[in-house]
């Protein structure tokens, strides 16, 4: 996929947000002033970034371990490929799960096509939630499996921004 | 929620985070607005997302972005590392700038990351440095199609 119609504008406006939205009355304003923009234009052009779809959600982001959510299961199913899409799109209906990808499989060490995170206060939790999502969507004959997570190493996020001007901004990405 | 690393939160701190988790107002005063919302004065809602952002509540506040539309290459890369090899090999892979998240599983694929790249193209080039960096095959699992991002949790 392409820029969409992004402009040198856009792009520092992506990289001054970075950091987070300010938390000053007027947020919009104070990034504004920071790139030579008015208030009026930052919040345009954040308005047509959500249209696009560059921008996907804008809000906050809870850190889940902090929050007693302490265990993350990557649960992985093998779905026939016809119905990945059927199934993938329930998945996400469940209240635990917050993210459920369609990914290649890698045969035949990997054989398994849909992936979704599921959240809880502790493995069992997790494991129990899991078990429900088979029964309720009747995958109890598919191969899955679920991988749960020891430690996470790196939360630093992506990069973004205008390299044409040589700006390397470390932007947090989900 | 019996962890000691887990953040005391009130009632308020619970509705603040359900309610900015579905979106937050792109307007003058959003605080204002989002204060009225909720029946609290503004600067105490400020107040309150200081604390949860310095407390470690809220991992972001703002956009969460489409790589592929702002130009970049993301997927999500995983590898088979040996227990008594982890260390060595998870720190040459987080030396990666491209690296943006990386989880140990309990699984044959112990670690598992995600790639974020200024360009599509630099994707398979960095998966390709870090099979060279490590000496393990790296598994390229980018996504075919999304269902669900909802990255939300009702506190």
Redesign the interface.
């Known amino acids: 996929?392409?820029?969409?119609d992004?402009d040198n504008e856009d792009l520092a406006l992506?990289e001054t947000?970075?950091g987070?939205?300010p938390?000053?009355?007027?947020?919009?304003?104070v990034l504004g002033e920071r790139i030579g923009l008015s208030?009026d234009d930052v919040?345009k052009r954040?308005?047509n970034?959500?249209e696009?779809?560059?921008?996907?959600?804008?809000?906050?982001?809870?850190?889940?371990?902090?929050?007693?959510?302490?265990a993350n299961g990557?649960s992985v199913w093998n779905i026939p490929d016809e119905r990945?899409?059927e199934i993938?799109?329930r998945?996400?209906?469940f209240?635990?799960?917050?993210?459920?990808?369609?990914?290649?499989r890698?045969l035949p060490?990997?054989p398994y096509?849909l992936?979704a995170m599921v959240?809880g206060?502790d493995r069992d939790t997790v494991q129990a939630q899991v078990n429900e999502l088979a029964n309720e969507l009747e995958l109890l004959d598919v191969e899955h499996?679920v991988?749960?997570?020891?430690?996470?190493?790196?939360?630093?996020?992506?990069?973004?921004g205008n390299?044409r001007r040589g700006v390397h901004e470390q932007?947090?990405?989900? | 929620m019996n962890n000691v690393n887990s953040i005391e939160l009130d009632q308020t701190d619970r509705t603040i985070i359900n309610v900015l988790q579905g979106g937050f107002p792109i307007c003058a005063h959003p605080y204002a607005q989002v204060a009225k919302d909720l029946g609290l004065e503004e600067d105490d809602l400020i107040a309150r997302l200081q604390r949860l952002k310095e407390c470690g509540a809220l991992s972001r506040f703002g956009p969460m972005y489409h790589a592929e539309r702002l130009g970049g290459g993301l997927t999500l890369a995983a590898m088979k590392v040996a227990e008594d090899d982890f260390e060595r090999v998870n720190e040459i892979v987080n030396a990666f700038p491209e690296v943006a998240h990386n989880y140990a599983r309990d699984h044959e694929f112990s670690m598992w990351f995600v790639l974020a790249t200024e360009t599509p193209q630099r994707i398979q080039e960095t998966l390709a440095e870090i099979e060279t960096a490590t000496g393990i095959k790296v598994y390229d699992m980018p996504k075919s199609e999304e269902f669900f991002i909802g990255l939300r949790l009702e506190l």
């Open positions: 996929m392409g820029m969409m992004i992506v947000i970075c987070g939205l938390l000053d009355p007027r947020p919009y304003h208030e919040i954040l308005q970034m959500i696009s779809g560059v921008i996907r959600r804008f809000g906050v982001i809870v850190q889940h371990r902090r929050l007693g959510y302490t990557m990945v899409r993938g799109e998945m996400g209906h209240p635990y799960v917050t993210l459920c990808y369609h990914r290649p890698n060490e990997w096509n992936f959240h206060s499996d991988l749960f997570s020891r430690r996470q190493f790196k939360q630093c996020g992506a990069r973004y390299k932007c947090k990405f989900d």
